[in-house]
């Protein structure tokens, strides 16, 4: 089910770095900015608590936002976040425009179901390794996914699976893909447990580690 993102906001007169510290003093709007398409870029001071509402959502990121900027509407997404240094603040929000008839290139995520069934893991013993958390896709906004999801369940032991195995909505392409096949990465594989170097002998035990120094009654550093 995809979100309905709405958020409210102010078209944005007064610039520069006094007039952000003015506005994140007030505490009530969080400066930002829209720009793309063919209209020009557009400073905006978005009301603050449903802004940091979205922002705890993952599909924020991947979604269609409507803005309503004075009683002018915007589709957008959301394309940069600056955060200040050291406070749990916002300090400015980078937003483009969408056209619905052009295609966009966003990130969305990756969701690894059926970990818990996997039979590599399950009956193999081995460990899944997630190797991307997301990747780059390029779609008409109406076509967009919030995720994409890739079922773990029947891998085994060994097993790779490329961005080429993404199940992928109709009308949505993996920009790696479209660049050839040296583009098709692994998204997530199951290999070996590391046990270490106690097996069959290998590695050193304690008595054969080198000493030091200080271990020989003296001082200076390990050799």
């Known amino acids: ?108 995520p990756l969701h690894f179901a059926g970990d818990e069934e996997c039979k590599g893991v399950r009956e193999q013993d081995g460990v899944l390794h997630v190797l991307a958390n997301d990747v780059e896709v390029s779609c008409l906004p109406a076509d967009l996914p919030e995720y994409l999801e890739v079922n773990v369940a029947n891998m085994a032991l060994g097993d790779t699976l490329h961005l080429s195995d993404i199940p992928m909505p109709k009308g949505v392409t993996i920009v790696a893909l479209t660049h050839g096949e040296d583009h098709d990465t692994g998204i997530v594989t199951i290999t070996h447990p590391d046990r270490g170097t106690d097996e069959e002998g290998e590695g050193e035990s304690s008595d054969d580690a080198p000493r030091t120094e200080a271990d020989n009654g003296g001082e200076g550093e390990q050799v």
Do not use: C
Request: aromatic fraction near 8%.
């Open 1 to 108: 089910m995809k979100h309905d993102y709405q958020l409210t906001a102010v078209a944005r007169t007064a610039l520069g770095k006094g007039a952000s510290r003015r506005l994140r003093r007030a505490n009530e709007r969080v400066a930002a900015i829209i720009y793309g398409g063919s209209a020009e870029p557009q400073p905006i001071a978005i009301d603050k608590p449903a802004f940091y509402k979205a922002l705890e959502e993952e599909a924020f990121f991947s979604s269609i936002v409507n803005i309503d900027i004075d009683g002018k509407k915007e589709q957008v997404v959301i394309r940069d976040l600056q955060r200040h240094p050291y406070k749990e603040l916002i300090t400015h929000a980078d937003f483009m425009r969408v056209d619905a008839t052009h295609e966009l290139t966003i990130t969305v």
